[in-house]
């Protein structure tokens, strides 16, 4: 396995919090002034996001559940504050949560499943992904409180995301034995590893409308299943918008 991509993560994640590190001892060495305030921004923040995928009209024919499919991330990072804190740019490490849960309808039979297969009827099929993403952006503050800090604020940019886990869950009823089924297989192959996308955000205070655009692909060419038959979502092309709340805690 390639250990640069790794290296570039390490470095990223490392980076950011040395920069917050710098940044507060900057604060705690900077003299009290007898005359006026001393107003200066926080620069180091930590988050909590839920998102949820957007289906729209050239998805479909994906069978996902999109109230139940999405991304639960949480992150720490740091920014750099320019012209007096009212543009700057930010680095944002997070930890991300991303499940893609499948749907079956009279219209539309879970991927997994070929056209053909009526011998089971699934319940439940979802994937489940963890990522280490780094968004990297540039922010403006259209207003401040204050002490400095943000008020009113716009934020775009991208981010990069390597896959450190994921795990794919089915679950059916046997009809012979009159129990459910549940099956968990971790590894899964045939999955990309890496991730890149586009982020947008608009917020008050310590609360932002958050929107992400992912340009890479979820599966490899050709995915099979463990016997080597092709598999049910090698035609799929999944969502790449999802739109949710993020919180600065």
Same mark, same amino acid.
């Given at each position: 396995?390639?250990?640069?991509? @790794?290296? %570039?993560? =390490?470095?990223?994640?490392?980076?950011? *919090?040395?920069?917050?590190?710098?940044?507060?001892?900057? &604060?705690?060495? &900077?003299?009290?002034?007898?005359?006026?305030?001393?107003?200066?921004?926080?620069?180091?923040?930590?988050?909590?996001?839920?998102?949820? *995928? *957007?289906?729209?009209?050239?998805?479909?024919?994906?069978?996902?559940? +999109?109230?139940?499919?999405?991304?639960?991330? =949480?992150?720490?990072?740091?920014?750099?504050?320019?012209?007096?804190?009212?543009?700057?740019? $930010? =680095?944002?490490?997070?930890?991300?949560?991303?499940?893609?849960?499948?749907?079956?309808?009279?219209?539309? $039979?879970?991927?997994?499943?070929?056209?053909?297969?009526? +011998?089971?009827?699934?319940?439940? !099929?979802? @994937?489940?992904?963890?990522?280490?993403?780094?968004? #990297?952006?540039?922010?403006?503050?259209?207003?401040?409180?204050?002490?400095?800090?943000?008020?009113?604020?716009?934020?775009?940019?991208?981010?990069?995301?390597?896959?450190?886990?994921?795990?794919?869950?089915? $679950?059916?009823?046997?009809?012979? &034995?009159?129990?459910? %089924?549940?099956?968990? #297989?971790?590894?899964?192959?045939?999955?990309?590893?890496?991730?890149?996308?586009?982020?947008? $955000?608009?917020?008050?205070?310590?609360? +932002?409308?958050?929107?992400?655009?992912?340009?890479?692909?979820?599966?490899?060419?050709?995915?099979?299943?463990?016997?080597?038959?092709?598999?049910?979502?090698?035609?799929?092309?999944?969502?790449?918008? !999802?739109?949710?709340?993020?919180?600065?805690?």
């Amino acid at each position: 396995m390639k250990k640069t991509p @790794h290296i %570039i993560l =390490i470095v990223l994640i490392n980076f950011s *919090l040395l920069w917050a590190h710098a940044q507060q001892q900057e &604060q705690q060495e &900077q003299p009290p002034s007898d005359n006026l305030p001393v107003d200066r921004p926080d620069n180091f923040d930590l988050s909590f996001s839920r998102s949820f *995928l *957007l289906i729209t009209d050239e998805q479909e024919g994906v069978p996902l559940n +999109a109230g139940s499919s999405g991304t639960i991330a =949480i992150g720490a990072g740091a920014k750099l504050n320019l012209a007096r804190g009212t543009f700057g740019f $930010r =680095i944002h490490p997070t930890i991300s949560w991303l499940r893609y849960s499948y749907d079956q309808t009279r219209d539309k $039979r879970f991927p997994s499943l070929p056209p053909a297969d009526t +011998a089971q009827t699934l319940d439940v !099929e979802k @994937h489940r992904f963890t990522y280490i993403d780094v968004p #990297v952006g540039f922010f403006i503050n259209f207003t401040k409180d204050e002490d400095g800090d943000s008020q009113f604020f716009m934020e775009g940019g991208g981010f990069l995301g390597y896959r450190t886990g994921s795990a794919y869950k089915t $679950r059916f009823k046997d009809e012979l &034995q009159d129990q459910d %089924i549940r099956v968990r #297989v971790k590894g899964v192959k045939d999955l990309e590893d890496w991730r890149y996308g586009l982020y947008a $955000r608009l917020g008050y205070k310590w609360v +932002a409308l958050h929107f992400t655009y992912r340009l890479s692909e979820v599966f490899k060419p050709n995915p099979v299943r463990a016997d080597g038959s092709p598999s049910g979502f090698d035609k799929l092309n999944m969502p790449p918008m !999802e739109l949710g709340i993020l919180i600065f805690l």
